[in-house]
């Protein structure tokens, strides 16, 4: 039997990842784009959207990225399967 996944299946499974490691405390996981490169710091999550620490960002403000924008994460960072250049 095969089983099929639903759209946002892994979005959530994500989500649910990343605020599991978020409630565990100490460093706030880094967030790498597709090509390896550094783009932010995790502060939290805000709905369906990662929310960037301000001390990573050029202009001092918080940026966000959509969840549907990350592919996978582990211990030490989150990976987005967009270029850097593509975020907002």
């Known amino acids: 039997m095969?089983?099929?996944t639903q759209p946002g299946e892994i979005?959530?499974?994500i989500a649910q990842d990343l605020?599991?490691?978020l409630e565990q405390g100490g460093e706030h996981l880094q967030?790498?784009?597709v090509n390896g490169e550094h783009?932010?710091?995790v502060d939290h999550l805000e709905g369906?959207?990662?929310k960037l620490t301000r001390k990573d960002s050029p202009d001092g403000q918080h940026h966000y990225v959509p969840l549907?924008?990350?592919e996978s994460m582990d211990d030490v960072a989150v990976y987005l399967n967009v270029e850097?250049?593509?975020l907002s």
Do not use: H, L, P, W
């Open 19 to 21: 605020k599991a490691r």
């Open 31 to 33: 967030v790498r784009d």
């Open 39 to 41: 783009v932010g710091t």
């Open 68 to 70: 549907s924008q990350v």
């Open 48 to 50: 369906e959207q990662i």
């Open 84 to 86: 850097r250049s593509s």
């Open 2 to 4: 095969t089983q099929n």
């Open 11 to 13: 979005t959530d499974r």
